[in-house]
């Protein structure tokens, strides 16, 4: 941090230019946060709640619904949770960088002014702070419940599947709930890193030939 900072004392930009920048830069980032903590506290609540509901009305399809609907509704479920991550994922990208900002900011006028996430309790707590693991955590738990209820609607007395059949259902179900476990215990493991100064810019980096 303290050499980005002498770097960026160092440039031809006048200081109150780079100030101006890096508010706009910092109001962008609280809009996406916004956005992020939006989906995971409404829509993706919402999401799981029709799929919970769909998995409760499930006996009262046809079989040949019913099938389907179970086979489909794991993917679904990987989704979710993976949809979950990213979005946690995402807004720990951002609270980092608006920590910086907010540090660089403070740097450049020579007082504390920006304050909320450079000097946030959580700040060095879990990936995506508290609101994006208890999301992640809420998800994964409500996702392999519902696993747990496709394995139990399939092996009910109107059975769907034959016994080989169903083997190859549950080993489907397994994989898809190790996939879950793998994507939430990556995300315990996730930290931003902020790119080096020396990288190109993705208009550069990505040129139309």
Excluded at 55 to 72: D, H, I, K, N, Y
Excluded at 108 to 133: C, D, I, M, W
Aim: net charge positive; with cysteine; proline share 5%.
């Amino acid at each position: 941090m303290e050499k980005n900072m002498e770097e960026a004392d160092s440039s031809g930009v006048s200081r109150e230019t780079r100030i101006q920048i890096l508010l706009e830069e910092y109001r962008a980032l609280y809009r996406l946060l916004t956005f992020r903590l939006t989906a995971m506290d409404r829509r993706v609540p919402a999401i799981g709640g029709a799929l919970g509901a769909l998995l409760g009305s499930a006996t009262a399809m046809p079989q040949q619904t019913r099938l389907a609907f179970l086979v489909g509704l794991p993917i679904a479920l990987v989704w979710l949770l993976l949809s979950t991550v990213q979005h946690a994922r995402s807004k720990e990208d951002h609270v980092r960088r608006i920590d910086e900002i907010e540090r660089l900011v403070n740097y450049l006028v020579g007082e504390e002014l920006l304050v909320f996430q450079s000097r946030h309790p959580n700040k060095a707590g879990y990936p995506g702070g508290r609101t994006g693991g208890g999301a992640v955590f809420g998800v994964l738990t409500v996702c392999l419940i519902m696993l747990a209820g496709c394995v139990h609607l399939v092996q009910l007395p109107t059975r769907l599947l034959a016994s080989g059949e169903l083997d190859s259902y549950a080993l489907y179900v397994a994989t898809c709930a190790l996939l879950m476990l793998w994507a939430a215990a990556r995300l315990t493991r996730y930290r931003y890193v902020r790119p080096p100064p020396d990288s190109p810019p993705i208009f550069q980096a990505h040129r139309l030939k």
